[in-house]
C-alpha cells in the first residue's frame, strides 16, 4: 500500500462529517488538504467551518488550505483548484462529497431544490472532477473518489425520492464513466457508500434528528474505507462501487465496533444498498 505522506487532496465539503474524516484520516500520513466549502462562517443549525476543519486537519498532522468554494460555480472551483495547486504544486486525489439532499416524491419537490441537487451533486461532481483532471493525470497514483452508491436499478430507490436519486446516481455515473475514459492515463475513478446511516449534520437534519443518529455509524469508518481506497494503485483499482464495510473486512479489519455505539442489528440501514451485498461476518458480529 501507498502513504499519503504529502499527497494533496482537494475535498469538497469538508467542512464536517465525512469529508472531514476522511480528510483527517489522509492528516494522519501528513496528507495536504484543500477545503473546498461554503461554510466560511458559523452555520445556526449546522457544526464547523472551513476554518475550524483547517485546525482539526494540522492536528492529526496534516496540511490545510481552507477555500470558501461553491462547487456549483465553474469560476469558484477554478480558483479553488488553481490556489490549491499554487500551494502544494498539484493534486493527487479528488474527494466528491458535497451533496445536497431532500426526500421528497415527486408533487413535493418543487424545482429550485431539484435544481439544487443536481447542480450540487451531479454537475458539482463533474465539474470537481474536470478541473482536477489535468492536475491529477500528473500524479504517480491519482485518484477520483465519489461519495455515491452502486447504480442499482431497483424501483425502489426511485419511488419515494425520485429527484435526489437522479442526482446522486448523476455522481455514480460519473464513476462508471470516467474510470473508463481516463483509465489509460491511470486515473482511478470509485465511489464508495456507507450500509449504514452516518452520523453527519445531513441525518440529524434530513432522516430523523438524535434517535437516527443515535443509530449511526461514525463518520470514521467513511474516512478509513476511504483511506483503503486511495492507497491503492490507482492503476489497478478503479471503476468500483465500493460499500465501506465489505472493502474494510476485505482489507483486514475484524472489529466494527469502534464505529457505532449499538450492535450491528440495531443500526439504521442507508438507502442504496443492493439487496444482494450481504454485510462481513466481522461487521454482523459488532
Not at 481516463?182 to 434530513?206: D, H
Request: glycine share 8%.
Amino acid at each position: 500500500m501507498n502513504n499519503l505522506n504529502n499527497k494533496t487532496l482537494f475535498v469538497s465539503g469538508a467542512s464536517r462529517g465525512i469529508g472531514l474524516a476522511i480528510a483527517k484520516r489522509a492528516a494522519q500520513d501528513g496528507a495536504n488538504i484543500i477545503l473546498a466549502a461554503k461554510t466560511a462562517d458559523p452555520h445556526p443549525k449546522l457544526p464547523g467551518t472551513i476554518y475550524t476543519a483547517a485546525d482539526e486537519i494540522i492536528e492529526a498532522g496534516g496540511k490545510a488550505l481552507p477555500v470558501v468554494c461553491d462547487i456549483r460555480d465553474e469560476e469558484n472551483v477554478r480558483n479553488a483548484v488553481n490556489k490549491g495547486v499554487e500551494e502544494f504544486g498539484g493534486i493527487d486525489i479528488c474527494i466528491n462529497n458535497a451533496s445536497a439532499i431532500q426526500l421528497t416524491g415527486t408533487l413535493q419537490t418543487d424545482m429550485k431544490r431539484y435544481d439544487l441537487m443536481n447542480q450540487i451533486n451531479a454537475r458539482g461532481t463533474f465539474l470537481v472532477s474536470k478541473v482536477c483532471l489535468p492536475h491529477l493525470i500528473k500524479s504517480d497514483n491519482p485518484h477520483i473518489l465519489n461519495l455515491s452508491p452502486p447504480l442499482d436499478m431497483d424501483p425502489k430507490w426511485f419511488g419515494p425520492h425520485v429527484a435526489y436519486t437522479i442526482a446522486k446516481f448523476g455522481m455514480s455515473l460519473c464513476v462508471l464513466g470516467m474510470a473508463e475514459e481516463f483509465k489509460g492515463e491511470g486515473v482511478a475513478v470509485n465511489a464508495l457508500w456507507p450500509r449504514t446511516a452516518i452520523a453527519t449534520a445531513a441525518i440529524k437534519n434530513a432522516l430523523g434528528g438524535d434517535e437516527v443518529m443515535n443509530i449511526s455509524r461514525t463518520p470514521e469508518i467513511m474516512g478509513d474505507a476511504a483511506y483503503v481506497i486511495l492507497t491503492k494503485d490507482s492503476k489497478e483499482f478503479t471503476g468500483n462501487f465500493c460499500i465501506d464495510d465489505n472493502l474494510l473486512a476485505e482489507n483486514g479489519v475484524t472489529d466494527f465496533s469502534q464505529y457505532a455505539e449499538v450492535p450491528f442489528d440495531q443500526l439504521a440501514p442507508d438507502f442504496f444498498v443492493p439487496s444482494d451485498i450481504e454485510a462481513p461476518d466481522a461487521a454482523k458480529n459488532s
